[in-house]
């Protein structure tokens, strides 16, 4: 993990020394829920994510840049599971973790940066997103990782609550293609936190 991170931070850098005027910076917290396949290993909510993004305007109305999020999905349980040759029961600890690097692209009505007072958005990522299972069983523990190309379509509001800081709330649709022998992974995020304009 602190590959992505260095990764991103480099790529913000990098992004806002071409055009730091213009740069909208974004700090979530991030609510998620899993669906499809994932929730057969874990269904229950995750409270545990955060998300940081760089925008930069291109023009008025788009903008482009990076965006990071962690998600810590867990579940315990006592529940029989088959394994290869039979079953186990005994009590379980279940985790997936789920991180995407996304580029971003966003369309606003409205130039955010003129700090109108309700900017809606829509918009999409596209990357890698890196995924971990993990399943403690007593003393034993199974965990495999992986890495997957991703998507994460989005739409959000932002609200002015201060000088060039903005309230978010924001909804996105996290999904990693099936990758190897890894299977799809999909779940839905709840974002809120502040943006700022510059």
Same mark, same amino acid.
């Given at each position: 993990?602190?590959?992505?991170?260095?990764?991103?931070?480099?790529?913000?850098?990098?992004?806002?020394?071409?055009?730091?005027?213009d740069a909208i910076g974004v700090v979530t917290y991030d609510v998620s829920f899993p669906l499809g396949d994932m929730t057969d290993f874990i269904d229950k909510t995750s409270w545990r994510g955060f998300g940081l993004e760089g925008r930069w305007m291109t023009t008025p109305n788009i903008s482009l840049g990076v965006a990071w999020h962690w998600n810590t999905f867990y579940k315990t349980t006592g529940e029989t599971i088959?394994? =290869?040759? @039979?079953? !186990?029961?005994?009590?379980?600890?279940?985790?997936?973790? %789920?991180?995407p690097l996304m580029a971003t692209a966003f369309w606003y009505p409205k130039s955010p940066l003129d700090n109108p007072d309700f900017m809606p958005y829509l918009g999409i990522g596209?990357?890698?997103?890196?995924?971990?299972?993990?399943? =403690?069983? @007593?003393? !034993?523990?199974?965990?495999?990782?992986?890495?997957?190309? %991703?998507?994460?379509?989005?739409?959000?509001?932002?609200?002015?609550?201060?000088?060039?800081?903005n309230f978010l709330v924001g909804a996105r649709y996290n999904y990693a293609f099936k990758s190897g022998d890894s299977p799809e992974y999909q779940w839905w995020s709840l974002s809120v936190g502040f943006a700022w304009t510059n």
């Open positions: 993990m602190r590959t992505i991170l260095a990764v991103f931070l480099v790529l913000v850098f990098c992004a806002g020394a071409v055009n730091a005027d088959e394994i =290869e040759n @039979g079953h !186990v029961t005994g009590n379980q600890y279940r985790i997936i973790y %789920g991180s596209a990357g890698a997103i890196w995924m971990k299972e993990r399943l =403690e069983i @007593g003393i !034993v523990a199974f965990e495999e990782s992986s890495w997957h190309f %991703g998507l994460s379509p989005e739409a959000g509001i932002m609200i002015p609550v201060g000088y060039y800081t």
